[in-house]
């Protein structure tokens, strides 16, 4: 697989017009290094900049965000050391989703939850080397089921139709990312954004609403991925959680501003109560409970 560089986040988050109410969760968000003290993994498919915690500790305090859940991402492989230690170091207010493999043993899943760790990632995009081994994933999901765990899902939109059938027969609550990563130029009546909301019928089935940059086929400010955010929190306004994806890895087009995806967030519902559940009140009953 060829590595790739990825662009830095904007450096200067802009305060949003929008305030998030207190308790409001960053529910998709990432560290990476720096790569002197945690180095990237060997077989990684991209090389992000540094975003350490130190500067996703000032992007929150910015943006008005008290609480964050942050993801592994492939260029870390299976070491959650930069993510433990960033858990460790936010006073309870940080949880995180870790990338494991069939090898993980009881002790060390033991450790993770300790550690603030309450769900699993699988990537099956493209351009991080796709499908991953699926009997791995079904040893790694029954591992994780005693814990209460859940499986968060990063997807592109056709392997919402390829693997349809796998997903309605899991056993544990699954995270679809960044709204399956439809194209907003397909419309609400695409196939992969039909398939979606059908799984959103499982009650084990929860959504990000997050990624409008990569949803978006217009770019800045990225309107267009507005309907079909809008869709998922009416559809299942109970299980639907939002984030920034700081620092944005392997965005190849326009660069978002997170003060301006938090401003965004708020054209998704006016409802000031569907606001709370999915800025708090969800991720406090996924990730806090």
Request: hydrophobic share 45%; charged share 25%; aromatic share 8%.
């Amino acid at each position: 697989m060829r590595e790739r560089s990825c662009q830095p986040p904007d450096p200067a988050p802009r305060r949003p017009r929008f305030r998030p109410p207190p308790g409001a969760c960053d529910a998709h968000c990432h560290v990476f290094g720096p790569a002197d003290r945690y180095p990237y993994a060997p077989d990684r498919a991209y090389t992000p900049p540094d975003a350490p915690v130190e500067a996703l500790r000032r992007l929150h305090a910015i943006l008005g965000l008290e609480r964050a859940v942050i993801v592994q991402a492939s260029c870390h492989g299976t070491d959650n050391t930069a993510m433990l230690e960033a858990i460790a170091g936010s006073g309870g207010a940080y949880r995180g989703v870790a990338i494991l493999d069939a090898g993980v043993t009881e002790a060390e899943l033991d450790r993770l939850q300790a550690g603030g760790i309450r769900g699993v990632r699988f990537n099956f995009v493209r351009h991080l080397g796709g499908a991953p081994d699926l009997a791995v994933f079904d040893a790694v999901l029954e591992r994780i089921e005693r814990l209460g765990w859940h499986v968060v899902l990063h997807l592109d939109a056709e392997d919402i139709l390829d693997h349809a059938g796998r997903i309605a027969r899991l056993r544990v609550p699954f995270v679809i990312d960044h709204m399956g990563r439809v194209k907003a130029r397909g419309g609400l009546g695409q196939a992969p954004f039909r398939a979606l909301l059908e799984l959103l019928r499982n009650p084990l089935a929860w959504v990000k609403v997050c990624g409008a940059e990569r949803v978006s086929s217009a770019g800045r400010p990225f309107a267009d991925a507005v309907p079909f955010a809008a869709a998922l929190i009416e559809a299942a306004p109970e299980r639907v959680l939002w984030g920034t994806d700081w620092p944005h890895p392997n965005i190849a087009g326009d660069m978002p501003n997170d003060g301006d995806l938090v401003d965004l967030f708020a054209q998704f519902t006016a409802d000031a109560g569907l606001r709370r559940q999915v800025l708090v009140e969800n991720p406090a009953r996924l990730y806090w409970r």
